[in-house]
């Protein structure tokens, strides 16, 4: 049977373009290959197949580099590659893959392979094979291998985890998210419309993962799947689609599905410390070969040409949470360098929160009413109990989240005016009005008034309320709108509304133990 050379985009933008044997075939910016960025010459590359040898010579004639597997080839320089490489048109950009049909057998591809410039003088078939007979014994001794495919229902639902037939522990993990990273919506829309709505993202990813098993390592799956939690999506319809998507792959994996809001949900690291403490017979992960591969990486719009801004950063910041080593799929899967792509960072880094000395100045020897301001979550209750405490209960808090409206507050306050205490409010007062009340109070009570403002930012604040979240502490639950709404009405408290002075408070974090002190310090917002 003769055989067949054609180079194929990776995202079908474009039919295979055919290269002929012994023919020289030029690509670039053209109607074919869809490309119209200037920057890609219409005679970018030239590429000679060889159909006897399995070989395609590559040579660049553009002036803006191309790409091969990830490296940037030398202008005019011929290289020989062979089935299944990767060539960028333009580096980093509009990917194409080498495919002979039929594609030639392992023992001749591991030959070819070897005419590659920039690999070693050793096959790649070879390589597997050395990895497939050398499997470190320290990750194999005493660990059974699962014998059918199970799946685990956690904590009333909140995580869900798949071991396929085939798992066994190791130390060394290789770790991955599923939807953008090892699958994608055929549909190209964001969320797939059915449990059939899903392809292998890039066509090396069984490769790449099969190469990871034979080096020893665990594949583990980490995703984040809110739908069923919301009961959007049936777990028994999410299970047919995953067993699918495991069948496709062909590989024995595991697999943790995160639906709630709480721990286990990433970039809270809940899903990798169940791995790790119930479900690696006792291994001890070595972190320094493990590593985490994800979209959701915070690349903003336009990091590559034509890409949406990733949803989140959730995937980049778990690995920054466990100090783990993080890939991108297109820097794992590729080889793509990521040193120009811009990502974002977090508005709030929670690692450089340090407390803070009590401020002696928010206890008035006068009687007063002192008004809190600031967002849900900003630390104002843990103010009130500190104040009320170094007071020696002098100062006594009404709280608006505990008496239900204002008025009720207004109705307290006023009692324990009467008794001669001083009073905290304990709550957002984002505005004029709202802190007008409590102005117009002092003054029929005849005490002073002064406002204490929290230095506390939406960011911090929301990464408060996500801990009490976390922590089960018993708190109005607050959403973003909450969060958005307060923002908008919020106007900067001045002396010229009635207050003797406005003293602005920067957050003191305490923390009931060592482990609540950990997961205070991790990245906890997704974006």
């Not at 040579?59 to 091969?68: E, T």
């Not at 392979?113 to 499997?135: F, G, H, I, P, V």
């Not at 009692?415 to 709550?427: A, E, N, T």
């Amino acid at each position: 049977m003769s055989r067949k050379c054609f180079l194929r985009c990776m995202l079908d933008l474009h039919e295979p373009i055919k290269l002929s044997h012994h023919v020289e075939t030029v690509v670039g910016r053209s109607k074919i290959t869809k490309i119209k960025d200037q920057s890609c010459s219409r005679q970018q590359l030239t590429l000679k197949a060889d159909c006897d040898s399995c070989l395609v010579e590559v040579k660049q004639l553009g002036v803006n580099s191309s790409g091969l597997d990830g490296f940037a080839l030398k202008r005019n320089e011929v290289y020989k590659v062979g089935h299944g490489s990767k060539i960028e048109i333009l580096l980093n950009n509009y990917f194409h893959i080498i495919e002979f049909s039929p594609p030639p057998d392992l023992c001749e591809q591991s030959i070819n392979n070897n005419k590659r410039k920039y690999e070693d003088n050793e096959s790649t078939q070879c390589k597997r094979q050395a990895m497939e007979n050398k499997l470190d014994a320290s990750n194999n001794s005493n660990v059974d291998e699962n014998l059918e495919d199970v799946w685990e229902e956690i904590d009333k639902g909140e995580l869900y985890i798949y071991t396929s037939k085939g798992v066994k522990s190791s130390k060394k993990i290789a770790a991955f998210d599923m939807d953008g990273t090892l699958i994608k919506t055929k549909s190209g829309k964001a969320h797939p419309v059915d449990i059939n709505d899903w392809e292998i993202a890039l066509p090396v990813v069984s490769q790449k993962l099969k190469e990871q098993l034979l080096d020893g390592f665990r594949i583990v799956i980490f995703s984040n799947q809110a739908p069923i939690g919301k009961g959007r999506v049936k777990i028994e319809d999410f299970k047919k689609k995953f067993e699918s998507i495991v069948l496709n792959l062909n590989i024995p994996v595991q697999a943790y599905f995160a639906t709630g809001k709480g721990f286990y949900r990433k970039p809270a690291t809940g899903m990798w410390k169940y791995l790790n403490e119930q479900k690696n017979d006792g291994l001890e992960i070595d972190m320094d070969q493990s590593f985490y591969c994800g979209d959701a990486a915070g690349r903003v719009a336009g990091w590559a040409p034509g890409k949406k801004k990733d949803h989140s950063m959730a995937d980049k910041l778990m690995a920054e949470n466990l100090s783990l080593k993080f890939y991108t799929p297109e820097q794992y899967f590729l080889g793509h360098s990521i040193n120009n792509v811009p990502f974002e960072k977090p508005d709030f880094i929670p690692k450089k929160i340090t407390a803070e000395p009590f401020n002696d100045k928010l206890i008035s020897k006068e009687q007063e009413i002192l008004v809190l301001v600031g967002f849900p979550g900003s630390g104002k209750s843990f103010l009130a109990k500190q104040i009320e405490k170094k007071s020696n209960h002098q100062y006594v808090a009404v709280s608006r989240d505990v008496l239900g409206s204002w008025q009720k507050c207004a109705a307290e306050a006023t009692k324990f005016l009467q008794k001669g205490k001083s009073v905290i409010v304990d709550s957002t007062n984002p505005d004029v009005e709202s802190r007008g009340r409590w102005t117009s109070l002092a003054n029929q009570m005849k005490v002073e008034c002064r406002c204490a403002k929290m230095a506390t930012t939406i960011s911090h604040a929301k990464h408060n309320n996500k801990f009490r979240e976390l922590m089960k502490f018993k708190h109005v639950p607050v959403n973003d709108i909450v969060f958005h709404t307060y923002k908008n009405k919020f106007t900067n408290p001045s002396p010229k509304e009635g207050f003797k002075e406005v003293i602005e408070v920067k957050f003191n974090p305490c923390f009931e133990d060592k482990e609540a002190e950990k997961i205070y310090k991790m990245y906890l917002l997704e974006k």
